[in-house]
């Protein structure tokens, strides 16, 4: 009897073991990349249009393996709705261009369901604040020193993915500050507006999730680092959104008898706010995001009933010229007209609803919607929560945890 509490008392500490090296590895993007033919676009060799396999992803079939009676307990019990997505998926991947890569997108769907479904049964959260915490101290500390030395560190930081970077590099993210100009750091991200989005979504989830409550320091601690990664990453759209949403945190939310103190919480967070964004980045950045969206709107206008198929849109994108060097490389900077154009408006129109009716009984749950605003927001100026590893599986753990 002894042995067998034992072996299960074990089994439970691997377990959140694997959890925490889950976690910890999220912000990192080293995978390996396989480019078939539909991988290029004129010529030119895209990572979006790649099929990856991610360390993560190895560490999620760890995690599959061992939670694996989860996994079929839910779908046993929503075993009609998850049919009903699945069929409308694969449909969607065998009327695409390139149904190899409609079914990896596919894949990556399953997978964030799956992570959805082990988050909202895991009860360790100091595993989960202590994981996110350390991850995001390494991110503080390498995007400090991108920042100071402008350029990427390379040597061992490369297994963590962390791509080759320098100031003399065209198409690198870039700012300036009284004329001096330096590289936004990247930390192990694909660009500095997905570190941002990354830690703007978990620095809500930490302040507003009461199970975190209990630990204190390291709630205010993982707060600080995250808030730093924001303001150094500057992501105008983030920061404009961690303004606006601790504002209305602070009002809304937070009870403070004292008005002084109220008052003097929201200008101490729009003065800092605001020093970080008269950083000057790239002029046209606007302009672009307002092409794009153009372009996407109309290439679900000439695909309007099933889209052009899921992971498909640069290779439509690239049919239209666009002036900016590289620039088709992009995908519409807008997650709605980006799964709009991708799935068409009759599998949008059946997600949509069916999200709403899952959603709409958790709106008076503060977390839940102080998470949903941050995707609403930057999902409307940024691809990265449809497009990029580390923040699309991010969704999967929020959303779980918070159910």
């Not at 067998?4 to 999220?26: C, E, H, Q, V």
């Not at 991108?146 to 993210?173: C, D, M, N, P, W």
Request: proline share 2%; with cysteine.
């Amino acid at each position: 009897m002894f042995s067998k509490k034992k072996l299960k008392n074990n089994l439970r500490y691997f377990n959140d073991l694997i959890f925490g090296l889950f976690l910890f590895l999220f912000a990192t993007q080293l995978g390996n990349h396989f480019f078939l033919n539909f991988s290029y676009v004129n010529g030119v060799r895209v990572d979006y249009l790649s099929l990856i396999l991610y360390t993560t992803d190895i560490v999620f079939l760890v995690l599959f393996f061992l939670n694996r009676g989860l996994v079929l307990n839910e779908i046993k019990k929503k075993a009609k709705p998850i049919l009903l997505f699945l069929l409308f998926f694969l449909i969607n991947a065998l009327i695409s261009q390139c149904p190899a890569l409609s079914f990896y997108r596919f894949l990556k769907i399953l997978e964030i369901y799956f992570i959805f479904i082990f988050f909202k049964n895991f009860k360790n959260s100091r595993v989960v604040l202590i994981s996110f915490l350390l991850g995001g101290l390494f991110q503080l500390i390498l995007s400090l020193v991108q920042l100071y030395q402008k350029s990427s560190l390379q040597g061992i930081f490369y297994f963590f993915g962390e791509r080759y970077l320098s100031l003399s590099q065209s198409g690198v993210a870039k700012a300036s500050v009284g004329g001096v100009e330096f590289l936004r750091p990247y930390g192990t991200f694909s660009h500095p507006n997905s570190l941002a989005g990354f830690y703007l979504l978990l620095y809500f989830f930490f302040l507003t999730d009461k199970k975190f409550n209990r630990f204190v320091f390291l709630k205010n601690l993982s707060l600080s680092v995250f808030s730093l990664l924001i303001f150094i990453s500057f992501s105008k759209a983030a920061t404009i959104t961690y303004l606006t949403l601790n504002i209305f945190y602070v009002i809304r939310y937070l009870k403070l008898k004292c008005r002084v103190c109220l008052l003097a919480k929201i200008v101490s967070i729009f003065i800092v706010a605001l020093i970080f964004l008269q950083a000057k980045t790239d002029p046209l950045s606007l302009e672009k995001r307002m092409v794009l969206f153009k372009n996407g709107v109309a290439i679900f206008l000439n695909h309007p009933f099933f889209g052009v198929g899921l992971g498909h849109y640069l290779i439509y994108q690239a049919q239209i010229p666009i002036k900016y060097p590289y620039f088709f490389l992009q995908p519409v900077h807008n997650i709605f007209v980006l799964f709009l154009a991708e799935t068409g408006i009759i599998f949008f129109g059946v997600v949509g609803y069916v999200l709403w009716q899952f959603f709409k009984k958790r709106l008076k749950n503060m977390a839940f919607v102080m998470c949903l605003l941050v995707v609403l927001i930057t999902g409307s100026f940024d691809h990265y929560w449809l497009t990029l590893q580390q923040n699309w599986l991010l969704l999967g753990v929020v959303f779980g945890s918070l159910f």
